[in-house]
């Protein structure tokens, strides 16, 4: 029986990460997954697919490390020997790189040219070739110069975290012309889930109108509503890091839906979903906007349709749907406990 493929990711305890672990283990994969020590178990999203350390030919293994220690990616690299390796960690929150320039440069910019690196020399010193993906953003392009963003549209980054995924980005693709890397950068638009975190725009809208719906919260605060976002599932979006590893050269692709619609209209689906009156239920709360804003991103997956055969099967309504859905039930939950006399903690949502 051949060996199974193995895969190293991290950022694997993220929307992205348990997305991709799913996908990845029933292709049969062996998954090995980066996470940061902490005092309390931050593994909320890969439950259903733990597997217990004891437990005799596990496909799923947890090591702890940190994208900035240049010194745990090269051991673990050389120890998990990894065909495929998937770069998705990140302080991923734009609003808040503004506050946290420094954190956000040394793990987005800093901590990819670390795993490059290790990379780079784990298979230099084996000779076994190595798959590299790595997680670009939209918000590279920024200040857009042309509307759909291709892979050619120049970047043009206006926060800390679009900066430094935009080094991220070419550190990637200089590796690939400088060693040979089969290294691809996934350009990837927004992608959310009912596993997105809860401080994001989408699962902040999401998450409220549940609670409001029950009685659980009054109303709701955000910032620019008419920011205009290309939004799709996230399911689809690591199917096309899989694909694009998949390929027999690298390259760069956008990964999109091809639509955008703007933070109002993704609220208004929700809440109107939900039988709630938008206009009523929803405050502007300066402190959310940006100190430099990006109006609008749309993206143009042509590439990614024509040499990889991928497209998205989620439409934005039905994502809107999907996470208001599930959300609505967290929601139940949470009122169930209310009732039975439980306190319940307060909304994160709210912070960012």
């Known amino acids: 029986m051949p060996d ?133 953003s939209s918000e590279q392009y920024g200040k857009v110069v042309e509307t759909p963003q291709r892979e050619t549209t120049p970047f043009y980054p206006r ?14 693709v200089n590796y690939r012309e400088s060693y040979g890397l089969h290294a691809s950068c996934g350009i990837m638009f927004n992608h959310e889930s009912p596993r997105r975190g809860e401080t994001f725009v989408t699962r902040k809208i999401t998450r409220a109108a549940g609670r409001i719906k029950l009685g659980l919260q009054k109303e709701l605060y955000l910032g620019n509503l008419e920011a205009k976002r290309d939004w799709g599932f996230a399911g689809d979006y690591v199917r096309a890091m899989w694909m694009m590893l998949q390929a027999e050269k690298p390259a760069d692709y956008v990964i999109a839906t091809g639509v955008s619609i703007s933070v109002r209209e993704f609220g208004e689906m929700v809440f109107g979903h939900l039988g709630l009156d938008w206009k009523s239920l929803v405050k502007i709360d300066p402190r959310y906007f940006r100190p430099a804003e990006v109006d609008a991103l749309q993206g143009d997956a042509t590439k990614a349709r024509t040499a990889l055969g991928w497209s998205p099967s989620v439409d934005v309504k039905s994502l809107a749907v999907m996470m208001a859905e599930a959300d609505l039930e967290q929601a139940r939950r949470e009122k169930t406990l209310r009732d039975a006399g439980h306190e319940l903690p307060r909304n994160p949502g709210q912070m960012h």
Request: net charge positive.
């Open 159 to 172: 926060s800390p975290y679009a900066c430094a995924k935009a080094y991220a980005h070419w550190i990637t």
């Open 4 to 136: 199974r493929p193995k895969a190293l990711i991290t950022g694997i305890t993220g929307q992205d990460g348990s997305y991709l672990a799913d996908f990845l283990l029933e292709k049969g994969y062996e998954v090995h997954g980066i996470i940061r020590r902490a005092s309390s178990f931050n593994t909320a999203r890969l439950e259903h697919i733990y597997q217990d350390p004891h437990e005799a030919n596990r496909r799923l293994v947890l090591h702890y490390g940190d994208i900035t220690d240049g010194n745990v990616l090269a051991k673990l690299v050389r120890q998990v020997g990894p065909g495929e390796v998937y770069n998705l960690a990140a302080q991923s929150h734009v609003r808040v790189s503004f506050d946290q320039p420094i954190h956000t440069t040394d793990v987005v910019a800093t901590g990819t040219a670390k795993l490059l690196e290790a990379v780079r020399n784990f298979q230099q010193e084996t000779g076994r070739p190595v798959r590299f993906f790595q997680a670009s």
